[in-house]
C-alpha cells in the first residue's frame, strides 16, 4: 500500500458531530518515499566521487602548468 494524504480541492468545514466536510472532492495524493540510505546506488556514488576527483584534479594540473609556464616566462 502506497503513502500519501487525502486532500480536499475546495474548502473544509467542520459538521457539527465533528466529521470534516469538502465542499469539493477528497483526493488521495501520493507522498515519495523518505530518504534512505539503501537507497543510494554504488556505482552512481562512485561515478559522483571521480567526477568530483576529475574536476578538481583538472583545475589543480592547469594551474600546475601556468605556474610552470610563468616561471619560464619570468
Do not use: N, Y
Amino acid at each position: 500500500m502506497s503513502s500519501g494524504v487525502i486532500r480536499c480541492d475546495g474548502t473544509v468545514t467542520v459538521a457539527t458531530d465533528g466529521a470534516p466536510l469538502c465542499s469539493g472532492i477528497w483526493e488521495f495524493v501520493p507522498v515519495p518515499q523518505p530518504f534512505s540510505l539503501e537507497l543510494l546506488d554504488p556505482a552512481q556514488l562512485a561515478a559522483g566521487f571521480m567526477a568530483g576527483f576529475v574536476i578538481v584534479g583538472t583545475c589543480w594540473f592547469a594551474g600546475w602548468c601556468f605556474r610552470s609556464l610563468f616561471s619560464m616566462i619570468k
